[in-house]
């Protein structure tokens, strides 16, 4: 298994304005509060690596995230129900906001920060465990994805680019699949959202083809600004991130669901700037003394190396996995 580390040299605003993010949070709020008034599901076992212990962790948006006994993933306790999921994707006041002030205003830099790395990630990917002539079929969960690799002939054959949802968009479905099998699929922080993610990484296995690449993207419950700030990280934002396994989960997950990790990087920019931050705004909920110690004491340029110790020792909270099924 390799990891990379990758450096940005973009500002966390240009993808997130904070006014924006704070309206939008806002929103989301109040569609939790209508859409999931009495959740259904509590006191289940860990969706990441299925220990039947967890225990509370924070509250977020008014959701409780409880975390593993054993493998430390954090997620939702009182998941919404299927039901209640599909009226908020269709009625949520949040959803229209992100797509259309959000993503819009932001298109450019998420573009070039974001989409084309992945693309990138993509190519590369296909490039060294594929054959080049083979036909690669993509399961995608983003229409951005869908359209941009639909923009890369010379790498993707159009009419072989498979949407793995639900018409609702709630859960994974390979029905439409019609009997293809695939040679890759994607999920960008698909399962981080996923009600039953243990039951779609199953459906993803059974329509690969032995051999196929699953490309996954996720924010790991593993990262330190995650670990630090819990209940304040604002990339914590349900029900997009019901799921927020560790490492030690995510390669649990994968082995039993019959894949292998090729990669496993985690080559997020921001965790130390995230909790530098909030410790600007309010110093008082930091309990652990050696944070305290390092962001009260130390420059920029060491919380730079810090961060690159967090990347190499995949300790950041934006992680990247290319696995194979077996
Ligand atoms: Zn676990």
């Known amino acids: 298994m390799r990891s990379i580390l990758l450096t940005n040299s973009y500002d966390k605003s240009d993808i997130k304005p904070t006014i924006l993010i704070q309206e939008y949070q806002k929103l989301l709020t109040q569609d939790i509060q209508d859409f999931f008034k009495k959740p259904t599901r509590k006191n289940q076992a860990c969706n990441a690596c299925n220990a039947p212990t967890t225990e509370p962790a924070f509250s977020r948006l008014k959701l409780q995230y409880n975390e593993c006994l054993s493998c430390g993933s954090l997620q939702v306790d009182d998941r919404p129900t299927t039901e209640q999921l599909s009226a908020f994707i269709k009625y949520s006041k949040a959803i ?48 951005d994805y869908t359209e941009a690799l639909k923009a890369l002939p010379n790498l993707f054959s159009p009419q072989n680019i498979h949407s793995l949802h639900s018409p609702d968009k709630n859960s994974i479905s390979i029905s439409s699949l019609k009997g293809n099998c695939l040679d890759a699929c994607l999920a960008f922080e698909s399962f981080d959202a996923s009600l039953h993610p243990r039951d779609d990484l199953g459906k993803v296995a059974k329509a690969l083809n032995k051999g196929g690449l699953l490309f996954i993207t996720s924010i790991l419950g593993s990262g330190f600004d995650i670990r630090v700030l819990r209940e304040r990280c604002e990339s914590i934002l349900p029900p997009d991130r019901m799921n927020l396994f560790t490492v030690e989960g995510w390669k649990i997950l994968l082995q039993d669901s019959g894949f292998e990790v090729l990669e496993f990087s985690t080559p997020g920019s921001f965790d130390t700037n995230n909790v530098k931050s909030e410790i600007n705004t309010n110093k008082e909920f930091l309990q652990d003394k050696f944070v305290s110690y390092l962001f009260s004491n130390r420059e920029q340029k060491d919380l730079d190396a810090f961060q690159n110790f967090l990347q190499e020792a995949l300790l950041s909270s934006y992680g990247r996995i290319l696995a194979r099924k077996v």
Request: hydrophobic fraction near 35%; aromatic fraction near 10%.
């Open 96 to 143: 229209p906001y992100w797509n259309e002030k959000l993503a819009t205003s932001t298109a450019p830099e998420r573009f070039k920060h974001i989409i084309q790395p992945r693309l990138d990630w993509i190519a590369q990917g296909i490039s060294e465990y594929k054959n080049a002539s083979s036909k690669i079929g993509i399961i995608d969960a983003q229409p």
